[in-house]
Structures are given as C-alpha cells and as structure tokens.
C-alpha cells in the first residue's frame, strides 16, 4: 500500500505485478458481475466477505438472443486484481465452467487470499482509499523494488480510463423499430439488458459520441452509463449531456452517468472518503418516502450543496450518510440515480427506474 | 405478567379484566400465533377492541392454511410445489396417486413440523396421514411431490406499514431439503448459490411478504432445484421463529425488537441500527465471516427413539458458531454442543474402521452422526461425487469437510511446524485435537502454538462488514486473522460469567435466567464491566446489549483461556451456566484464574463421591449406600451386596445424562462401558436405589456464613423419577413438620461445611421417615427461576451479592412458608415428535421444557400446570385404565372410584377391569390389547375413532418393567395415544393428581392473577 504496509498471502490467478487504486466492497455474493464491471477498472477490489469463488464461473460464452452476455458485464474481468480471505480452491454448481482461480489465471488477474480483508477494510475506512501494488510471483517479491515502482506507478485520479473500456464503434442489438441511446463510459451488460427488457432496440455508442450523433439514430432516449474515474474526464460527455437536456431528450443517468449529467446541469462532484461499493445500501425515494437497497459502487458524488443553483431537485439520498443517490430535473425529462437500479450484482428492488425512462419516453410529458 | 396457560380462554378473561389496546401474536412461537388466530375467530378480540399489532389476522391465515398460501403465492408470481390439500385419507390417496411417490405429508396448523413425513407407499401413506389430521388443528394434511434433494433456503424479512422491506439474513442448510430445518445444519449466508439465485429468491421473497400482508418480521423458505434455477417457496413463518433468533444473532440485526417497533407503527426508516448507533435500521446487514448453526440431539436419552433425520423436527437445542472459514465454524459448533466432542474428527471415539457398506447406507439414511459419516467416507476413499448422491449435500460442502480430513492426516504424520498448525487452528481444529493427533497433551499443545505465535484474534460483528465505524460489543474469535477489532484497557478490566451452552434436555431457559440475572446482579452491585461467554443462539444472554462484552464462543477450557487471555479479567463466574460451566471451575482453577464464589475446592468437595461423602459422616447425616469404582468385578460385588436396582453415574454430570438405573448384572457390564467413556477423569459411582420414596428439592444461597432457604421443593412423582421431568410443588404436601425441620438444618449446615459463595441445589430422598441426602450441586439449578418468582426473591440476585464476597441481605428466613402461594412446576414432553419414542419416565430426563403455574390452593396451580402443558381436562367422557400390579391397582382404587363418580365411562383391560369388578367400582367395560386386533372392541380402533379421553396406564412395579424389558402391548398404547394426542398418565401420582383435579374442577374456577413483582431487597 502506498503507506508502505505490506500484507503478504497465497497468490492466485495470473502471476505478475499490478498497480491500482485499493477499494473494498461488501457484497456477499456477485464476484463475476464485479469482476466484469468496467467501474473497477484501474482498482484492486478486495471483498469483504471471506468465502469466494464457492459456486465459479459460468461460461463466458453464453448470450442471450441479441448477443449480450448473459452472466458478464463485459467481455473481461475489469478489476486489476482481487484480494479477499479465503479462496475455493473448488466450485460447485449446476452453471458453472471453471473455478474462480482458473479464470483469473486465464484472463492474467492475480489475486491474493490469506488476508485479513477485515482489518484491510478497517484501515481503507479511516485512512480513506489509496494506491496499491499487488504481486503475484513464484519467486521471492522484491519490497523495495516494489514500493518503487508503486510511487511510479500513475495515481487512479491521473488514468485516462475511456479509452480502455468505451467502445469503438456503435454496436446495436436487438431488431424493434424504436431505440434507445446507450453512452458507453464502461456500461455494464445488465443496462443494455435492462434497456432491451423494456421493448427497445438498443444502439451502444463510444463515450466520445455528439448529441448530434446520437439524433442521428432518432433515439426514444438516451443513457448515460456506468463507468471508472472521475467525471471530470470525461468532458465531450458532458457536452452530450448539456445538449440531451436542452433540448429536452428523455434521458436516464447511471452512477458516472449521473454525475455527468450533474456536471451538465452545473453541479459539482466530489470524490468520496472510501466510496460506496456493495449490495445493501439504502436510498430514500424523497417523493414518496420510500426506502429501497440498492446496489451501489461509486467512489464521486454529486455536491448536494451545488445543486441549489440548478435545475435539478434531489431525487434519492443515501439514508446513511445523506450523499446524493439520485436526481431529477425540474422541467425536462432528465433522471438519474448514482446507485444501479440494473442489479448484476445485487438486488432488483430498483427496476422501476427503468420503467421511469420508459414512461418519460411514453408520456412525453414534463418530468414529474 | 400471568404465569397461565396459552389458551384461548385462559388469554379471553385476561384481555376482560385488563382491557388493553393491542395484542402482538408473533412472539410466542406457534403456540401464541394459534391462540390469536383462535380469539380472533372467535371475535374476542373484536367484542373488547383489541387491535393486532403487527402481521394481521388474515395475513396470518394466508400464511397458515397450506391452500390459501399456494394460492397467495400464484398470485404474486411466487411458484409453489405441486400439492393437494386433504381432510381424509382417501383424498389423500388420490392425490398422491396423482403427484406419484413419494410424496411428503404436511399438517396444517402445527407446531415444528409435527406430524408429518415422506411417504414411498400407500401403507406409509396411511399412517402419516392419519397421524397428520390428528395432530392438525384444523384436521388437514397437505400432501405435495417430493423434492429431498433441492437445496433448503431461507430469508429473513423485515417490512412495515409503509410497504418498506428489507432482507436481514438468507440462510443455506448443509443437509438439503429432506431434513427439516430445525434439525439441519444451517449456514449464513448461503455459500452454494450464485448472484442471480441470490436475488431471485430475495426478490421472490419480499414478493411473496409482502402479498401476504407480513408487518413485522417474518421467515420464507424456498427449494432450489440443484441443476437448474427453477425455485418454490416453501411456507411463510409470519412470525419470530428459531430461524429468525438465528438471523438475529448470526448478523447482529434484533429483529424482535425491531418488530416489535413496526407493530406499534414506527417505520423501518426511522428506526436506527442498533449496533452503529447511527445508520437506519432499514437496510441489509453484510456478514464478514461465516455462521453456523447446529442442532443438539438427546437421542440417547430415548431408548426406541428412531435418530434418523427427516422433515420432523427432533433436537431439543442449537448452538450457533461463528468463523472466517466454513471448517472453522463447523468444528467450533461441534465443540459448542458439549456432547464430548472437540471437532469433526479426532475425537476420543471416531466413526472409524467402518465397512463401506454401512457408511454408505449412514450417508443415505443421515441421522444425527452424518457428518461423521461424509468425513469416513472420505478417509476411505469415497468419492465427493458419490457422498453428494447418497447424502444430498452438495458438494462444496463435502470439499470442506475434505479440508479438515486432509489436515487430520497431515497432522498425524507430519512435524507439527507452525504452517501446519496455522492451516489446522485455520480450519478449527483444537488444541485438544491436534493434542490428540500428535500424541501429546492439550496444554502442551497450547504452549507449543503460543510459543509459535499462532493465537486467536477477536472480531466484532458488526452488520456491515466494517464498512462504518461500530461501537459494538458483540464479539467472536477466530484464527481467520492477524489482528484484534479490540483491545480491553485495564479500567475495562471485569468478570466473566460463563453461560449454559445449548439447550438439551436437562438443560434449558433456566441457566440462561440464572446468567442473565447473575449479570443484572454483578451490575447492581458496583461491577460496571460485566462479560458473557455463551453459543446458544435462543438466549437472552446473548443479548450483546445485556452485558459490556458479549463473546458469542465456545464453553471450551481452551477457548475461555484464549478469552482470558485477552480480557485479563478480575475472575470468572462459573456457578449458574449450569453444569457446562461448572465443569469447567477445576480446570480453571488449576489454570490460574481466580473464580468468584465457592472455591474450586469445595466444588470439588461436593462433586467427588468419596469427599462428599466424608463430609456428611462428620454432619452425621444419611445418604444412601453407595460406593465408587473404577473397576468392574468391584461394582459388581457392591451391586450384589446392596441388591439391585442401583443407580450407577459419573461425576461432574448433569440431570442424568448417563445416570441410569440398572436392575441386573448384564445390564451393569453393558452401562459400565457407556458411562466411562463420558468422564474418564473421575470416576464412576453406584448407589443404592430405594423404591418409594419421596424427593425433595432444597434451593439456597449462601455467603459463607448465611445460609437462605429458597423453598423446599417436593417432587410428586416417586422418586425415581429424575428431578427434571418430575412434577414439583412448593410447599411441600406430604411432608411432616418434623421432617421439614430436619431437611432445613442438613440444608443450612451442608452449606456451611462446603463454605458455599452462591448458589446451591440439595437433593434429598425421604424413606421410612429417614432423610437422605442424595447430591448437593454447587451451582444454580433448574429450579431456581420457580422458586424465586414463588418467595418474590431472586435467588441469583442474592447470589450475585454473595460472589462478590459480600454478606447477603437479612432475608425472613422460612419466607418460603409464609407465602401464601401454591406452586407447580410441570415438564414438557416432546415425544410426539421423537420418532419410537417411550413416555414412561425413568431416571434419564426426557423433558424438553416446563411449565409453572400458581395458585390459591394445590389443585387451582395444577389444573393450570396440566393444561399449560397440553393436557385436556374433560369434564365428561371415557377413560381408559391398565394398571400393571395389584399395589398399583390398590393404589388407585379410590381414584376409580373418583372417576366414576365424576360420570366418566371406564375402560379397562380384562385383569383391570376383574379388579375393579371385584371392587365393586361397577360397569367397567372391558376392552382388547392392541396385539389382539381380531378381538373387539379393541383399544386400537377407539383410539382411532377418538373414543378415549385420556389413558391411565400404569407399568406393574413402576419403572421396573421398562429396564427389564417392556411390555409390548403397553409400549404400543402409549405410543399409539401420543401420536392421536391423547393424555397418557403413567404413574400413580399422576393418575391421582389429574382426577383429583378433574373433581376440583367440577366446583371450582382456577385463579388468574398477575405475577408480583420481586421484593426489594
């Protein structure tokens, strides 16, 4: 860790060294879906709970009929490494094709396991999330060398991450005659899964892409995506987001979607102590006093300060610590929710967020 | 707070005299929810405007009524299984023909899944069936396609008015959907199923609750196919069970509390966590280690009991373990049972050397022992893959208990260096199982791993996996890493109380009052820093808001000096945990480690036949002729010399467990061995037993120069009877002045010789007018709760004061007597659900629980105490009367006369029924033993046709038959009476006490007053 501690175990996986951003999430179950979240490019995701790879990997192979994955949430393990408590050196279950280790290995992750993921989680919470080397290695690891080469190493705040996992070109799935608008910043399978549950053929365009660009396919609505990073970085989406509110498309922010659209809408965004990552974080629906777990992994956060001097009302807040978790325009059809309303991992109470987007584009009518 | 039967009526002219607003139907299990649901129908609640708070009426029924639940769950896109709901067997037959065998039986309206089963057959069929509709409230089975092999998940949930739900724990059973859950091995969360599964059955949960109508806290239970994700649900509990006690300590999450807020209207929302103090209540705790629960099975304290496991539920209590890995966990629970286990493998007896044949067939028939099985088998070489298809456990489960029997080898034939020690404490292995393994001794064990550096870690369980800063208190250890969540600092300093363990027969709620109270005590009296060491997940002293620092841990020698090793206590408190904790007060001694309240010596004093024994010559006090051995040509020849029956026991062994009377030399050589094995460390003793007598019970507290009485308990049964399933009544009733007197000053002057710092139990057997003294135990007792709410002094409070060296407060001290209270304790039976089992008592306690009642006169406390234990008191109707030997027979004479005269239609077997001719008792029907079905009217039909009331059936010479070798044709009545639910008395007392009551009846009304709060002391 970048304080110099260093905490030795059992390597798995791919042997080499790897230089990320130290986070930790406190789901119980969803390696595979984590692991495959663009959102934990450029971080070493440790988990909380100790038992992991107990039931494997399916097969990475399987779609469904529009050719979208049906258990990844991206066609590579995304995390740069993974540590944990204890690793199932065997998998059980009727799905399954390898063993958590086999897959790693294969995808040249390493991960480490004999850790006290506890007290790695208890220091991350105080001290805040910080950058980390991770090294495999069949031969004696070089600690020097290695703290060398992690105050090297380029800070997560300095990645460019777009690039890496944005696609290149659109790619549409589905044959319905409406569609949505998915701005790929990382997105994770279960958006476009959701999107298409909706009845729309879905178009998946690089996070780069215009507004005018995006009019060019006639969109019923648009998304804006999970991804990595700060926000910040990503300007020529905020520039799409400026537009897609103007001129009043029906539009849906997830996690970094949202903080972008809150950018576009003037609000500000900060970075957060340790970030929210996990299955059992609950949101309050300010409209109608409703609590809902949902599902969350994001380390930036809509300034709730900032929004006074914007068209947006808060939406969804954090029950625990009063983060902004969601929010709406005032006028125009512009949602967003800084939780996953997809799930994959995590619970489905959300769904209905989706149903929103569909009755902004249904209704035609002003939000709320 | 009434000490009264739950039972409509009795709960009917509560609700007219006190008139409240609202009534909470979730808290007292099946037994609670089915009175409501009664009151309600009967528009109780309605005529006095008594709200139901929490889960309402109809979401009850929709949960309860097996076709109305299938039909609310097709509603909202839950699936169910197949099934068929049946009144008659006939229907039944039909509808399993349509399903096809096997199908599974389960009865409407239960408690514990009672009554029902797996039928292969139409002859099985007949008998659950007919079994079933008996035991069902409502008269209805539900019959359903078998589904053993799917794997048996459960969620927690919580919801309020609101329409706010949350998830508070899922939970997985290691042994599939064919053992019932109360008998399964339960792990949280689940370990074998994915994301998706994971929140499809989430979501189908809070689905299916929430159709329901669930305010509050409820349990859902589903079947996962194990090669597909196709699901059922299962059935709602919409109220808090074993399960949710379960999720609330596994996750640290109080869901009766928390439900009890809902039901009076707060939102889940504006509830807090109670363990971050700062974060809503209205979210889904994340586990960060690994829970499991085990289930404690007293099989062989039933002779004929059938141990296999199925959907009846048959353990008595449950332990709960917690860990970083599953092997960790799983041998910590073993430990925790206190059955002379230290894991899952090298154990003082292993299942070992066994043929395939019959581990196979063990795997396939899974009974308490199958773990040990999987772990046999594996040491021969069974394949995982085959273990899974005879045993139905999955196959993740089988890797892990591979784990622990590839260290077991390792550690057998490797050097003990500190990787191979750190891979086996990582996996839960003990010290004294490695001590085992390599030959040595545990302590030495203990020294050669701290001096390796291998040592335990404290963490806490906090709800959220660390992920926000918790004060909790609430705390485990574990091997599973390499630093302390806390650290005591020396003005934290306090005392260890050590808890009971699990409930078992012999052993329940009653330690775990005398824990509690035992803290509440130290608190009162200045101790500001108050620990607990307990595993039972259905207590109140796990609780971690009770005391300062909650250690959810084993009651093991090793793992109590790892805890004081950590806390560096003042001392510790080993006198009211029951004799789980009191066993351990030598070994703690000898460790160092002061114990507050009598000294390990006079405990020894007490619990060493021979130095017990010395004393009470020096008191010139009697006990019964007795002698220790160790040998068995010894205790043969003391057998022959004071005559058979003898009682034979170990020491430092509680409520009979291996105490046994034995009739005859073979049956002596055959227990010698059994006895033995469970207390190799001291040795065995034997002593005369005296038919007829009475017992008495002495409950006190002393400070060393005080002594207070309790109250003199005596029993109502024939001694012989053990204590814990006897009928008890304060005061006494056959007792003479004299003899009180006699057993007041032994009492008080035992208690003083032994320099006794606490509390204390003194037996004592009354025969030919001669007290003896049968055993002190210098501890708390499993009446003391009945005592102290009798005299209105808490007796732990006293000894609380006591402990701590203090002098106990001037006390009236016959206060007992002066009460003007009568009382009646009375044991509770669960051999409805034991499989085989016989009812008649012996010297091995059955009981698994109690009842206590009070009143103005004897009889008003016992018609309360035998309806509160399910006993039907019929004004009118038939008895049916066998009394084995003509002693009995004159016994009971005026009790038939009795019975007679209330109008009841007497039954007799033909040598009854001669006798009751010849006594003139008049028109006495006779009828036919059931090993003569040709001969009518037969008993077995009347039973069937539910033309018996209640059953008087006596064996001749008392429990002598039972040892010697039953009566069939008795054994059948009993067994076949308990399974329709018909009274069955088997003794003399009982048989005169219950008609006695009946006639009382005829002309009185019991009392119902409210139980008085504790005198100031």
């Known amino acids: 860790m970048s304080d110099g501690t260093i905490l030795s175990g059992r390597g798995f996986g791919a042997s080499r060294a790897v230089f990320g951003e130290l986070v930790f999430n406190t789901g119980m179950v969803?390696?595979?879906?984590?692991?495959?979240?663009?959102s934990y490019s450029g971080q070493i995701l440790t988990l909380t709970y100790p038992l992991v790879g107990n039931y494997g990997v399916p097969d990475p192979a399987q779609a469904d009929e529009s050719g979208i994955s049906k258990f990844f949430e991206s066609g590579r393990i995304q995390a740069r490494g993974l540590v944990v408590h204890e690793l199932s050196e065997i998998a059980s279950h009727w799905n399954l094709s390898m063993t958590l280790d086999e897959w790693m290995h294969k995808e040249g992750v390493p991960g480490i396991s004999d850790i006290d993921t506890r007290e790695l989680t208890k220091k991350l919470r105080i001290s805040g999330v910080t950058m980390a080397a991770l090294v495999v290695s069949d031969s004696e690891i070089n600690a020097e060398q290695v703290k060398k080469e992690l105050a090297a190493a380029k800070p997560y705040s300095e990645e460019k991450f777009m690039d890496a996992v944005s696609t290149k070109q659109a790619q549409t799935f589905g044959q319905e005659s409406d569609c949505v608008v998915v701005v790929d910043t990382g997105v994770k399978n279960a958006i476009l899964r959701n999107v298409r549950d909706l009845g729309y053929k879905v178009i998946k365009v690089p996070w780069n892409t215009s507004y005018s660009d995006i009019m060019k396919y006639d969109p019923k609505g648009v998304v804006l995506s999970n991804g990595p990073g700060d926000p910040e970085a990503c300007p020529e989406t905020i520039e799409t987001a400026k537009n897609l509110i103007q001129n009043?498309?029906?539009?849906?922010?997830?996690?970094?979607?949202?903080?972008?659209?809150?950018?576009?809408?003037?609000?500000?965004?900060?970075?957060?102590?340790?970030?929210?990552?996990?299955?059992?974080?609950?949101?309050?629906?300010?409209?109608?006093?409703?609590?809902?777990?949902?599902?969350?992994?994001?380390?930036?956060?809509?300034?709730?300060?900032?929004?006074?001097?914007?068209?947006?009302?808060?939406?969804?807040?954090?029950?625990?610590?009063?983060?902004?978790?969601?929010?709406?325009?005032?006028?125009?059809?512009?949602?967003?929710?800084?939780?996953?309303?997809?799930?994959?991992?995590?619970?489905?109470?959300?769904?209905?967020?989706?149903?929103?987007?569909?009755?902004?584009?249904?209704?035609?009518?002003?939000?709320? | 707070m009434y000490l009264l039967p739950v039972t409509p009526e009795y709960v009917s002219s509560i609700i007219e005299s006190e008139r409240p607003d609202g009534i909470m139907l979730g808290y007292g299990g099946q037994t609670a929810l089915n009175c409501g649901v009664k009151l309600a129908e009967a528009n109780?609640?309605?005529?006095?405007?008594?709200?139901?708070?929490?889960?309402?009426?109809?979401?009850?029924?929709?949960?309860?009524?097996?076709?109305?639940?299938?039909?609310?769950?097709?509603?909202?896109?839950?699936?169910?299984?197949?099934?068929?709901?049946?009144?008659?067997?006939?229907?039944?037959k039909k509808a399993a023909e349509e399903l096809g065998y096997p199908v599974i039986i389960r009865v409407a309206y239960t408690l514990g899944g009672r009554g029902g089963g797996v039928a292969h057959n139409e002859i099985e069929l007949h008998e659950i069936v007919e079994r079933g509709l008996n035991a069902s409230l409502v008269h209805q089975v539900l019959i359903e396609e078998y589904i053993g092999h799917w794997k048996q998940i459960e969620y927690e949930v919580m919801q309020d008015y609101e329409g706010n739900n949350v998830i508070v724990c899922n939970m997985e059973n290691v042994l599939s959907m064919r053992v019932h859950t109360g008998d399964n091995i339960v792990v949280a969360p689940s370990q074998t199923i994915d994301n998706r599964e994971y929140h499809m059955l989430r979501s189908a949960a809070l689905r299916g609750t929430k159709y329901v109508g669930i305010i509050g806290e409820c349990n859902i239970q589903f079947a996962l196919d194990v090669k597909s994700d196709r699901y059922v649900a299962i059935e709602i509990n919409p109220r808090l069970s074993r399960s949710s006690a379960l999720a609330s300590k596994a996750t640290g999450y109080p869901l009766a509390y928390m439900s009890a807020k809902i039901g009076l209207g707060h939102t889940l929302p504006e509830l807090v966590n109670r363990i971050t103090k700062t974060t809503t209540a209205c979210f889904e705790p994340s586990?960060?280690?690994?829970?499991?629960?085990?289930?404690?099975?007293?099989?062989?304290?039933?002779?004929?009991?059938?141990?296999?496991?199925?959907?009846?539920?048959?353990?008595?209590?449950?332990?709960?373990?917690?860990?970083?890995?599953?092997?960790?966990?799983?041998?910590?629970?073993?430990?925790?049972?206190?059955?002379?286990?230290?894991?899952?493998?090298?154990?003082?007896?292993?299942?070992?050397?066994?043929?395939?044949?019959?581990?196979?067939?063990?795997?396939?028939?899974?009974?308490?022992?199958?773990?040990?099985?999987?772990?046999?088998?594996?040491?021969?070489?069974?394949?995982?893959?085959?273990?899974?298809?005879?045993?139905?456990?999955?196959?993740?489960?089988?890797?892990?208990?591979?784990?622990?029997v590839d260290v077991e080898s390792d550690l057998k034939k490797k050097q003990l260096d500190k990787e191979i020690m750190r891979k086996a404490k990582h996996l839960g292995f003990s010290d004294k199982q490695i001590a085992r393994a390599t030959n040595k001794d545990d302590m030495e064990i203990r020294k050669i791993r701290k001096d390796m550096g291998v040592l335990p870690v404290v963490k806490q369980i906090d709800t959220l996996a660390a992920e926000w800063p918790a004060k909790t208190n609430y705390l485990?250890?574990?091997?599973?890493?390499?630093?302390?969540?806390?650290?005591?600092?020396?003005?934290?300093?306090?005392?260890?109380?050590?808890?009971?363990?699990?409930?078992?027969?012999g052993s329940s709620v009653e330690f775990d009052w005398g824990t509690v109270n035992m803290v509440w005590g130290l608190q009162q009296n200045g101790e500001s820093n108050v620990v607990v060491v307990n595993c039972n997940p259905e207590t109140v002293s796990t609780d971690y808001d009770i005391c300062s620092r909650l250690y959810f841990e084993e009651l093991t020698l090793e793992r109590i000096l790892d805890i004081v090793d950590m806390e560096n206590p003042k001392g510790v408190v080993t006198s009211v945990g029951g004799q789980t904790a009191n066993n351990l007060t030598p070994k703690l001694a000898k460790s160092g480690i002061k114990l507050f309240g009598t000294s390990a010596e006079d405990v020894d004093r007490a619990e060493d036949r021979s130095k017990f024994s010395a004393v009470l010559d020096k008191l010139h006090i009697k006990q019964p002729q007795w002698q220790a051995f160790s040998n068995f040509s010894e205790a043969k020849s003391f057998a022959t010399k004071v005559g058979y029956p003898v009682l034979v026991r170990p020491s430092y062994v509680l409520s009979g467990a291996a105490m046994k009377v034995v009739w005859s030399q073979e049956e002596l050589s055959r227990y010698v061995g059994e006895a033995t094995t469970l207390s190799p460390d001291h040795p065995v003793v034997i002593t005369k037993f005296m038919l007829n007598s009475l017992e008495v019970d002495v409950d006190g507290v002393s400070d060393g120069k005080n002594v207070f009485i309790g109250a003199l308990v005596e029993h109502i049964d024939a001694a012989g009877v053990h204590s814990g399933d006897a009928m008890m009544v304060i005061p006494p009733w056959r007792l003479s002045n004299k003899q009180v007197e006699t057993i007041t000053d032994y009492a008080t002057r035992i208690a003083k010789s032994f320099n006794i710092r606490g509390p204390f139990n003194l037996q004592f057997l009354i025969n030919n007018d001669q007290v003896y003294v049968i055993e002190l135990n210098i501890r708390a007792s499993r009446s003391m709760p009945f005592v102290s709410k009798l005299i209105k002094t808490n007796l732990i409070n006293l000894a609380a004061q006591a402990v701590l060296g203090?002098?106990?407060?001037?006390?009236?001290?016959?206060?007992?007597?002066?009460?003007?209270?009568?009382?009646?304790?009375?044991?509770?039976?669960?051999?409805?659900?034991?499989?085989?089992?016989?009812?008649?008592?012996?010297?091995?306690?059955?009981?698994?629980?109690?009842a206590a009642c009070f009143g103005d006169s004897f009889y008003d406390a016992l018609s309360k105490g035998l309806i509160s234990v399910g006993y039907n008191l019929p004004k009118t109707g038939t008895a049916l009367i066998t009394i084995g030997g003509s002693e009995n027979k004159e016994k009971l004479l005026q009790t038939m006369a009795t019975l007679k005269h209330l109008g009841f239609k007497l039954l007799a077997t033909e040598h009854t029924a001669e006798f009751l001719e010849e006594k003139q008792i008049g028109d006495v029907q006779i009828v036919h033993k059931i090993s003569e079905p040709e001969r009518k009217p037969n008993i077995s039909d009347l039973l069937y046709e539910r033309k018996i009331n209640f059953i008087i059936n006596i064996p001749s010479t008392s429990t002598l038959e039972k040892y010697v070798g039953m009566l069939n044709d008795e054994y059948q009545i009993r067994r076949k009476a308990i399974?329709?639910?018909?009274?069955v008395l088997t003794t003399t007392e009982l048989a005169e006490s219950f008609v006695k009551t009946l006639e009382w009846m005829n002309h009185n009304e019991t009392t119902k007053k409210a139980l008085e709060p504790y005198d100031p002391i």
């Not at chain 1, 969803?30 to 979240?37: A, C, K, P, S």
Request: charge should be negative.
């Open chain 2, 287 to 404: 586990l960060d280690y690994a829970v499991i629960k085990h289930p404690r099975w007293d099989f062989t304290k039933f002779e004929r009991a059938n141990r296999k496991l199925g959907p009846t539920m048959k353990s008595v209590g449950e332990v709960m373990a917690v860990g970083r890995t599953f092997e960790e966990s799983l041998q910590k629970s073993i430990r925790m049972l206190d059955i002379g286990n230290d894991g899952l493998v090298l154990n003082r007896i292993n299942v070992d050397d066994e043929e395939i044949e019959n581990i196979e067939n063990h795997l396939l028939n899974a009974d308490d022992r199958v773990l040990y099985y999987v772990a046999a088998a594996l040491r021969k070489g069974i394949s995982v893959e085959k273990i899974q298809k005879l045993s139905f456990i999955d196959p993740w489960f089988i890797e892990k208990i591979k784990n622990i």
């Open chain 2, 806 to 850: 203090k002098e106990i407060p001037k006390i009236q001290p016959d206060k007992w007597k002066k009460t003007p209270i009568h009382g009646i304790k009375m044991p509770q039976f669960s051999f409805m659900q034991l499989d085989g089992a016989d009812i008649v008592l012996g010297v091995e306690m059955q009981s698994t629980g109690e």
């Open chain 2, 44 to 92: 109780v609640l309605q005529k006095y405007g008594v709200k139901v708070l929490g889960t309402q009426i109809p979401g009850i029924q929709r949960t309860e009524d097996r076709q109305l639940f299938k039909d609310s769950m097709n509603e909202c896109g839950v699936p169910v299984l197949r099934s068929k709901t049946v009144n008659t067997f006939e229907d039944a």
């Open chain 2, 476 to 505: 485990y250890m574990t091997y599973g890493g390499y630093d302390n969540d806390i650290t005591v600092t020396p003005d934290q300093k306090g005392i260890i109380v050590l808890g009971a363990g699990p409930y078992r027969i």
């Open chain 1, 248 to 368: 009043d498309i029906p539009t849906l922010g997830i996690c970094l979607g949202a903080q972008i659209i809150g950018l576009a809408g003037g609000a500000s965004t900060y970075k957060l102590k340790y970030g929210h990552r996990g299955q059992n974080k609950s949101c309050l629906n300010l409209q109608n006093k409703q609590v809902y777990v949902t599902s969350q992994n994001h380390g930036y956060c809509i300034d709730p300060d900032s929004l006074g001097k914007t068209e947006f009302d808060l939406w969804f807040t954090n029950t625990d610590d009063n983060t902004v978790e969601g929010i709406r325009h005032k006028l125009k059809k512009i949602i967003a929710v800084q939780f996953h309303p997809e799930a994959s991992p995590g619970p489905y109470d959300c769904k209905f967020v989706f149903e929103e987007l569909d009755s902004l584009i249904k209704g035609g009518k002003q939000n709320q």
């Open chain 1, 30 to 38: 969803g390696y595979v879906e984590t692991l495959t979240d663009p």
């Open chain 2, 979 to 983: 399974e329709l639910g018909i009274p």
